[in-house]
């Protein structure tokens, strides 16, 4: 409980948190506990975050290769029914 209890301590405080409310009880070798987050979301960040995710180049390519059987296909049935 002492090393899991220093280890949150450390990487809470690299992560910027400002408040960190632990008590361990040295006593139980159990870890139970429950926390509060609060979240800041700026809308127009998220989706130009989304958008750049999309337009990522190893994205593209899925994207491509979902589209492009279906390309094949559709090209394939229009020749069909053309003779």
Same mark, same amino acid.
């Given at each position: 409980?002492?090393?899991?209890?220093?280890?949150?301590?450390?990487?809470?405080? +690299?992560?910027?948190? %400002? %408040?960190?409310?632990?008590?361990?009880?040295?006593? *139980? =070798?159990? @870890?139970?506990?429950?926390? %509060?987050?609060?979240?800041?979301? *700026?809308?127009?960040?998220? @989706?130009?975050?989304?958008?750049?995710?999309?337009?990522? =180049?190893?994205?593209? %390519?899925?994207?491509?290769?979902? @589209?492009? =059987?279906?390309? +094949?296909? @559709?090209?394939?049935? *229009?020749?069909?029914?053309?003779?």
């Amino acid at each position: 409980t002492g090393m899991a209890c220093g280890l949150a301590w450390c990487l809470f405080g +690299a992560c910027g948190m %400002k %408040k960190v409310d632990l008590r361990p009880n040295f006593l *139980v =070798p159990v @870890i139970a506990g429950e926390f %509060k987050l609060v979240v800041s979301i *700026v809308p127009l960040r998220m @989706i130009l975050h989304t958008v750049k995710t999309l337009l990522h =180049p190893s994205v593209r %390519k899925m994207w491509l290769a979902l @589209i492009a =059987p279906r390309r +094949a296909v @559709i090209i394939r049935e *229009v020749q069909s029914l053309g003779s």
